[in-house]
């Protein structure tokens, strides 16, 4: 079946870095989405990608949706405290899968 | 507020006891899904609704699992005869019906299940 492959799995960053983490799949898929999921929360959505190649920035995090159709990649400037989290990717083609998700812990 | 809300948030029971959780979505929001989300992985589609009508059900749905949206609102879903296995956080997502590539879902808070 449909599989999303998120990497890193983890990462530790010093706060005022940049981040970068990808999500692969062996599927096409006709949407990507960021999710960001603090404790105890729900994923939250960050940001939608709906065509091949299109980049799309909200503040300090850019995606961007793979020319194939199968992969996307999430980028955060300039990391703070509060970006801390689990980032979620999921694709879409006839339903939402899931990836496993980034953790993302930010020394200050 | 005017995003999604799931009712209880935490729910404890002992095994073999019956729990039903709540959603309601975001109003204008004629879809609605059930993930359940394990420690350490993303969420798992469980079923959704277009309006009072369940289109999919995965296969994670077992019989002990029944959900409803009765009047294309609210939802709720039911775990009878609850087993440890079923520990896990039970979200809810809407969205609106943007046509195929636009199924943008937002997520409730979730529904902390224990089974003891």
């Known amino acids: 079946g449909q599989q999303l492959n998120q990497s890193p799995q983890s990462m530790f960053i010093q706060e005022g870095e940049d981040v970068s983490m990808n999500c692969t799949s062996s599927s096409i898929f006709n949407t990507w989405l960021w999710y960001k999921q603090e404790p105890g929360e729900g994923p939250v959505l960050l940001i939608a990608?709906?065509?091949?190649?299109e980049l799309t920035s909200n503040g300090r995090l850019t995606a961007q949706f793979g020319i194939t159709r199968k992969d996307s990649f999430l980028n955060i400037s300039a990391s703070i405290p509060s970006d801390v989290g689990i980032y979620f990717c999921?694709?879409?083609?006839?339903?939402?899968?899931f990836g496993p998700g980034t953790s993302l812990s930010v020394i200050p | 507020d005017t995003g999604v809300s799931q009712d209880p948030r935490h729910k404890i029971t002992k095994r073999g006891q019956n729990v039903t959780f709540r959603c309601d979505p975001i109003s204008e929001h004629n879809r609605l899904y059930w993930y359940r989300q394990t420690l350490g992985q993303g969420p798992e589609f469980l079923t959704y609704?277009?309006?009072?009508?369940?289109?999919?059900k995965s296969r994670l749905l077992s019989d002990r699992f029944s959900a409803e949206r009765p009047k294309g609102s609210f939802s709720t879903l039911e775990i009878q005869r609850t087993e440890q296995g079923d520990s896990a956080m039970y979200l809810c997502?809407?969205?609106?019906?943007?046509?195929?590539?636009?199924?943008?879902?937002?997520f409730g808070p979730g529904t902390r299940l224990t089974v003891l």
């Open positions: 990608l709906y065509k091949a190649g």
């Open positions: 999921a694709g879409l083609y006839d339903k939402v899968i």
């Open positions: 997502a809407s969205s609106l019906d943007g046509g195929f590539f636009s199924d943008t879902q937002y």
């Open positions: 609704f277009q309006n009072e009508a369940q289109l999919e």
